[in-house]
């Protein structure tokens, strides 16, 4: 069959059981003018579609005024059959039956619904059209939380976090180098890579402590000098020189001395002590200290 003057749509359907895989329908045409997008040349037989036959409605074919509509059907008399809707087409018939065929829902004029993170995918139940150019509303993320030393947390806000968002790091000084272990710490906050730690050398004397300090000063028979090599400054004590020589004598009334030699006394030395002369006799005369040692013996008054 072929097409009025402005064309034609045709709907074909089986009645009936199918009798052959190869019951179907075709379009053909004779027009270069109604090549197939996708073909660079017209068939030589002219075919432009091909639908197999079923029980339901073909999809509709629309017929040019130049196409023909080949139906192939192998069926057995009274068992089956074969429907065919040919609507010749106006300008009226066309724009009727594309209504039908393509009735759009009502739009909608309700404001979309906010997208959160962490919604789940909904299918919806609204049986209005969306409008191309909706658009969701999506929440404004706030300032990001500073990064500090805490337990690790997916968050409870509902807003998404920006490509180019930037989290602040928590800080603090750091303590003084002090103490004998090492220890991680409870602090929450990080350190800066050019964080500098106050040195403290904590110092003892026999064993009991006597302060914490950055530096130390060494005052008396030290040397101190920076070894650069070593990666140390040497602390170089001078052994106190024993004296050879014998302590001087006590006389009575010497006065106290701090003595000017760099010698030190040895632990059991002992200065001389001259042995008291016999007192003088005791008469009727002036007193007088003498030249006597305290320990003279007394001596009794005569008459």
Request: with cysteine.
């Amino acid at each position: 069959m072929r097409p009025g003057n402005l064309g034609a749509i045709v709907c074909v359907r089986l009645v009936g059981p199918a009798t052959a895989v190869t019951d179907r329908v075709e379009v053909r045409s004779a027009s270069t003018a109604e090549l197939p997008p996708d073909e660079a040349a017209l068939p030589s037989d002219g075919l432009q579609q091909a639908i197999a036959l079923s029980g339901e409605w073909s999809v509709p074919l629309l017929l040019e005024p130049r196409d023909a509509l080949a139906v192939y059907h192998t069926g057995l008399a009274g068992t089956s059959g074969l429907q065919v809707l040919v609507t010749e087409l106006d300008t009226g018939a066309l724009l009727a039956w594309v209504a039908a065929k393509a009735t759009l829902p009502p739009l909608a004029d309700a404001v979309p619904s906010q997208i959160d993170v962490g919604d789940l995918a909904v299918i919806g139940v609204s049986t209005k059209a969306a409008r191309a150019d909706h658009q969701h509303a999506l929440p404004e993320p706030g300032v990001p939380a500073a990064v500090s030393k805490s337990a690790a947390s997916a968050g409870a806000s509902s807003a998404v976090a920006r490509a180019d968002h930037k989290h602040d790091v928590t800080t603090a000084s750091p303590v003084a180098a002090a103490g004998t272990n090492s220890s991680e710490g409870v602090a929450s906050t990080l350190a800066r890579s050019d964080h500098v730690h106050r040195t403290e050398i904590e110092v003892r004397q026999a064993g009991v402590a006597a302060g914490s300090r950055p530096r130390l000063n060494f005052d008396g028979a030290v040397t101190v000098a920076d070894n650069g090599p070593g990666d140390r400054v040497d602390v170089t004590v001078t052994a106190a020189v024993v004296t050879a020589s014998s302590p001087s004598q006590i006389d009575v009334g010497d006065a106290a001395s701090t003595g000017v030699s760099t010698e030190a006394a040895r632990a059991d030395h002992q200065h001389a002590l001259p042995a008291p002369a016999a007192p003088a006799n005791v008469t009727k005369a002036a007193a007088s200290a003498g030249p006597a040692r305290p320990s003279h013996a007394p001596i009794t008054s005569t008459t």
